[in-house]
């Protein structure tokens, strides 16, 4: 171990490491500066001047080192920075996470961005020193454990790095993460940080790499996280399903952390960003510490979650080639913009989709770029509202993707919804994707999602592609699709209210006495052909009326002195032979009076080609069946394009 090799006060004394600086004798050096070669002998990595202070402080191994000869109530060696940028090297981190024999740099890190901000209370100031911490080029820093705290929680004794500056060399800086299911770096609750020009990364086939690149939460004890910027941040993991329970690898995560800003990002994970307003509860992606705690203090269980912005151009992928799984989840969040950002994967499966909607997202959310892998740009069970939203569509990377739906809105939660908003899309590879699709529907039921007051855009030839689903068309009103027919001529379609009738139906035989009658009985829908298909409309079918028998001599009343509601038809997936099974219409079944025998009704639906049979049949018991009529009113609710609408007949 080297000591001081001159004690000139006109010269500057060099030692070897901080284990010698600690052993020299201050008070034979107190006029003289000291250089520090290296933290660690022979490195030379986090060397510096130092000069002996004989006051109290506090040690942290970086900036101020305590002696081994004197006790820190009465002085320490103080690192005289000269206009230079604290480094990790500076509080003994080596950077060689990437070597065969890699050391923590965990606590060398945690001590850096420590020394550079503040503890509470600060009269009158809220704000760390404006101090910059530079990760040093050519460096991989391993973290373990409970990952790299930048947290603040603004409480009294506690570190905040409210303000803190790190800035790395490019790419070549590196944070190594083996942390396991905790976050590499964590800036929950941190105002104003700033996170530029490095990497957070997991190599493949790290045994504890971290689940989580970037966590951003809101803490309990003080629920505020933002005006945070991440700019030329690249996070690699890799592909670890089993990370977050469904998620797997989650490249930043951002709970309840508002007004932030990514800048020129690139992140590959299995699910390379997440935006929520919650950590816990069904349905909703939750930390992945038990409850709503993480490791440096209790988190909220919910938060709102706005102004989320997206500069420059950035680039995410998920590196997961089998599952579906998401680029962008975005679960109650409103104010989300983007521009420039290029959406992939490496996923040949069907039914992934590039953005995943959730909840009630999306009071204006804008965006452009590029996707390219996905087959579905938009998966989403959220009212989006005033979105301005535009994509080029580029190749898949499976056939079986080549049909998945651009739009695929889901019958769950809010249901997926578009309202006042503007949608463009510019296809240059797979053109024969479906626009829209409905997924999630009860058969037999109405969406309750829809697309009203929007205008869509596309650049093909084909108006077929942006037929949506019928029972799609049911809610959805005042939408104009602008796109071009099979001759390549622009042509404006409105998806409007376009069809309302009602046919009254004169008393029909629905039941004699051999048996009841099959076939169409009551009425007949006869269904428009668009595109080469048959159109089943987004239709609901009401039948209101009255059965009555007629050869009951001691009483030929009304079944019901008030009109029954039949029932109704109603498309769930656009096929007219939707609910073709018989179904028993339990509002019938208590009819009076009761000497016709008629127990309850049942409605089938069936038919060839466009046409919808509709037949009642009543159910009649005791000895003497009777014959019954039905008397009454069809109506056909029918939503869809302005080219076409079905219409009603009587058999």
């Given at each position: 171990?080297?000591?001081?090799?001159?004690?000139?006060?006109?010269?500057?004394?060099?030692?070897?490491s901080v284990d010698a600086l600690k052993n020299l004798n201050p008070f034979n050096l107190t006029s003289q500066t000291i250089y520090l070669q290296s933290y660690h002998e022979g490195l030379n990595?986090?060397?510096?001047?130092?000069?002996?202070?004989?006051?109290?402080?506090?040690?942290?191994?970086?900036?101020?080192?305590?002696?081994?000869?004197?006790?820190?109530?009465?002085?320490?060696?103080?690192?005289?920075?000269?206009?230079?940028?604290?480094?990790?090297?500076?509080?003994?981190?080596?950077?060689?996470?990437?070597?065969?024999?890699?050391?923590?740099?965990?606590?060398?890190?945690?001590?850096?961005?420590?020394?550079?901000?503040?503890?509470?209370?600060?009269?009158?100031?809220?704000?760390?020193?404006?101090?910059?911490?530079?990760?040093?080029?050519?460096?991989?820093?391993?973290?373990?454990?409970?990952?790299?705290?930048?947290?603040?929680?603004?409480?009294?004794?506690?570190?905040?790095?409210?303000?803190?500056?790190?800035?790395?060399?490019?790419?070549?800086?590196?944070?190594?993460?083996?942390?396991?299911?905790?976050?590499?770096?964590?800036?929950?609750?941190?105002?104003?940080?700033?996170?530029?020009?490095?990497?957070?990364?997991?190599?493949?086939?790290?045994?504890?790499?971290?689940?989580?690149?970037?966590?951003?939460?809101?803490?309990?004890?003080?629920?505020?996280?933002?005006?945070?910027?991440?700019?030329?941040?690249?996070?690699?993991?890799?592909?670890?399903?089993?990370?977050?329970?469904?998620?797997?690898?989650?490249?930043?995560?951002?709970?309840?952390?508002?007004?932030?800003?990514?800048?020129?990002?690139?992140?590959?994970?299995?699910?390379?960003?997440?935006?929520?307003?919650?950590?816990?509860?069904?349905?909703?992606?939750?930390?992945?510490?038990?409850?709503?705690?993480?490791?440096?203090?209790?988190?909220?269980?919910?938060?709102?979650?706005?102004?989320?912005?997206?500069?420059?151009?950035?680039?995410?992928?998920?590196?997961?080639?089998?599952?579906?799984?998401?680029?962008?989840?975005?679960?109650?969040?409103?104010?989300?913009?983007?521009?420039?950002?290029?959406?992939?994967?490496?996923?040949?499966?069907?039914?992934?989709?590039?953005?995943?909607?959730?909840?009630?997202?999306?009071?204006?959310?804008?965006?452009?770029?590029?996707?390219?892998?996905?087959?579905?740009?938009?998966?989403?069970?959220?009212?989006?509202?005033?979105?301005?939203?535009?994509?080029?569509?580029?190749?898949?990377?499976?056939?079986?993707?080549?049909?998945?739906?651009?739009?695929?809105?889901?019958?769950?939660?809010?249901?997926?919804?578009?309202?006042?908003?503007?949608?463009?899309?510019?296809?240059?590879?797979?053109?024969?994707?479906?626009?829209?699709?409905?997924?999630?529907?009860?058969?037999?039921?109405?969406?309750?999602?829809?697309?009203?007051?929007?205008?869509?855009?596309?650049?093909?030839?084909?108006?077929?592609?942006?037929?949506?689903?019928?029972?799609?068309?049911?809610?959805?009103?005042?939408?104009?699709?602008?796109?071009?027919?099979?001759?390549?001529?622009?042509?404006?379609?409105?998806?409007?209210?376009?069809?309302?009738?009602?046919?009254?139906?004169?008393?029909?035989?629905?039941?004699?006495?051999?048996?009841?009658?099959?076939?169409?009985?009551?009425?007949?829908?006869?269904?428009?052909?668009?595109?080469?298909?048959?159109?089943?409309?987004?239709?609901?079918?009401?039948?209101?009326?009255?059965?009555?028998?007629?050869?009951?001599?001691?009483?030929?009343?009304?079944?019901?002195?008030?009109?029954?509601?039949?029932?109704?038809?109603?498309?769930?997936?656009?096929?007219?032979?939707?609910?073709?099974?018989?179904?028993?219409?339990?509002?019938?079944?208590?009819?009076?009076?009761?000497?016709?025998?008629?127990?309850?009704?049942?409605?089938?639906?069936?038919?060839?080609?466009?046409?919808?049979?509709?037949?009642?049949?009543?159910?009649?018991?005791?000895?003497?069946?009777?014959?019954?009529?039905?008397?009454?009113?069809?109506?056909?609710?029918?939503?869809?394009?302005?080219?076409?609408?079905?219409?009603?007949?009587?058999?």
């Amino acid at each position: 171990m080297s000591v001081a090799q001159n004690y000139n006060p006109n010269t500057m004394v060099f030692v070897s490491s901080v284990d010698a600086l600690k052993n020299l004798n201050p008070f034979n050096l107190t006029s003289q500066t000291i250089y520090l070669q290296s933290y660690h002998e022979g490195l030379n990595k986090g060397g510096g001047e130092f000069i002996w202070v004989d006051s109290s402080c506090t040690p942290d191994n970086g900036l101020y080192i305590q002696s081994n000869r004197v006790s820190s109530s009465l002085g320490c060696w103080v690192r005289q920075l000269n206009n230079t940028y604290l480094t990790p090297e500076m509080f003994g981190a080596y950077g060689d996470g990437g070597s065969a024999s890699p050391h923590d740099d965990t606590a060398a890190l945690q001590a850096a961005a420590d020394a550079i901000s503040v503890h509470y209370p600060i009269p009158g100031f809220i704000q760390s020193q404006s101090e910059t911490l530079r990760l040093s080029c050519n460096s991989q820093y391993l973290v373990t454990g409970n990952g790299w705290d930048l947290t603040s929680t603004r409480q009294n004794g506690d570190v905040t790095h409210d303000g803190l500056h790190v800035e790395g060399c490019g790419y070549s800086s590196q944070i190594i993460g083996e942390t396991g299911n905790l976050a590499a770096i964590d800036v929950t609750g941190s105002q104003w940080i700033h996170l530029e020009n490095f990497w957070v990364y997991v190599p493949v086939g790290t045994t504890n790499g971290s689940c989580v690149g970037i966590f951003d939460g809101i803490n309990a004890v003080n629920p505020q996280s933002q005006n945070q910027v991440f700019d030329n941040i690249r996070i690699a993991l890799d592909n670890n399903t089993s990370c977050n329970t469904t998620l797997g690898s989650v490249g930043f995560w951002d709970f309840g952390a508002e007004e932030n800003t990514w800048k020129n990002i690139y992140v590959t994970a299995v699910t390379p960003m997440i935006f929520t307003g919650h950590n816990a509860g069904t349905g909703n992606p939750s930390y992945p510490t038990a409850g709503t705690s993480y490791p440096y203090s209790p988190l909220l269980t919910d938060h709102s979650l706005g102004v989320s912005t997206f500069l420059g151009e950035s680039f995410l992928q998920s590196v997961n080639g089998t599952g579906q799984y998401s680029d962008i989840i975005l679960n109650d969040v409103n104010s989300f913009n983007y521009g420039n950002l290029y959406l992939g994967t490496e996923s040949t499966a069907s039914g992934a989709s590039a953005i995943s909607v959730i909840g009630i997202a999306s009071n204006s959310v804008e965006g452009s770029g590029t996707m390219e892998g996905f087959g579905t740009w938009i998966s989403s069970t959220a009212i989006l509202t005033n979105a301005n939203l535009s994509i080029t569509v580029g190749a898949t990377n499976s056939s079986a993707q080549d049909t998945d739906p651009i739009i695929n809105l889901v019958s769950s939660g809010q249901g997926g919804t578009f309202q006042n908003s503007r949608v463009a899309i510019s296809y240059s590879a797979a053109f024969n994707r479906p626009t829209f699709a409905l997924s999630g529907n009860t058969a037999g039921t109405l969406c309750t999602c829809g697309i009203q007051n929007s205008e869509f855009f596309d650049n093909l030839g084909t108006e077929s592609l942006w037929l949506p689903p019928q029972a799609l068309l049911a809610a959805t009103s005042g939408t104009v699709i602008h796109a071009f027919n099979s001759s390549g001529i622009p042509v404006t379609y409105t998806i409007t209210s376009a069809h309302d009738q009602s046919v009254t139906v004169a008393p029909v035989q629905v039941y004699n006495p051999t048996g009841p009658i099959t076939g169409a009985n009551v009425i007949q829908v006869d269904f428009p052909v668009v595109n080469g298909s048959t159109n089943g409309g987004g239709y609901s079918l009401d039948l209101k009326g009255v059965v009555q028998g007629a050869e009951n001599t001691s009483n030929n009343a009304l079944i019901a002195q008030t009109e029954d509601v039949v029932g109704m038809v109603v498309d769930s997936s656009g096929a007219i032979t939707a609910g073709t099974a018989s179904t028993t219409i339990s509002g019938i079944a208590a009819l009076s009076p009761s000497i016709f025998n008629i127990t309850g009704t049942s409605i089938a639906t069936g038919g060839p080609g466009n046409l919808l049979n509709v037949a009642l049949s009543p159910t009649i018991t005791g000895s003497a069946p009777e014959t019954a009529y039905w008397t009454g009113t069809a109506r056909l609710l029918w939503r869809g394009s302005s080219w076409s609408a079905p219409y009603l007949s009587i058999p």
